[in-house]
């Protein structure tokens, strides 16, 4: 490993995300650096607050579900819908949905946003970016 590469680095990126940088020996004049985004977590089993749960009681049978997840950035709309029911709260279907997948939150997704990421599916947890430039070996 030393031999092929220059540098491995694990640093965290935010809550739940990773990322795993390789930075590869010079090989006939490029330069390759890969970047491995790594999502850890779903927030499954995470405790909801008393707060958090009188929020759902007064907003989640009239508010939008996009407006539901900007105030709650860190859940997901498959957690937001599961603790409604574990409140038995209902709202109607008629109240304007998100374009966010319903197994990611807010926080989640714009760390996608800002990495030019697109999510294929929630089983995906790992994201690879491949960089290179070329690097003058005549003057090595």
Aim: glycine share 6%; no cysteine; hydrophobic share 35%.
């Amino acid at each position: 490993i030393r031999l092929a590469t220059q540098s491995i680095t694990l640093d965290r990126l935010a809550d739940g995300w990773y990322t795993l940088r390789v930075e590869w020996s010079p090989y006939l004049g490029f330069n390759f650096v890969d970047t491995a985004f790594i999502w850890q977590r779903l927030r499954l089993g995470d405790a909801w607050t008393e707060e958090e749960n009188q929020f759902l009681r007064q907003h989640y049978p009239t508010s939008s579900q996009g407006w539901i997840l900007e105030q709650m950035p860190d859940r997901t709309w498959n957690g937001v819908g599961a603790q409604a029911r574990a409140l038995n709260l209902r709202r109607p279907h008629t109240l304007p949905g998100s374009e966010l997948p319903r197994y990611m939150s807010m926080n989640d997704w714009r760390i996608l946003e800002q990495h030019g990421l697109m999510a294929e599916g929630p089983e995906q947890r790992l994201w690879w970016q491949s960089n290179s430039s070329v690097n003058d070996v005549t003057n090595a």
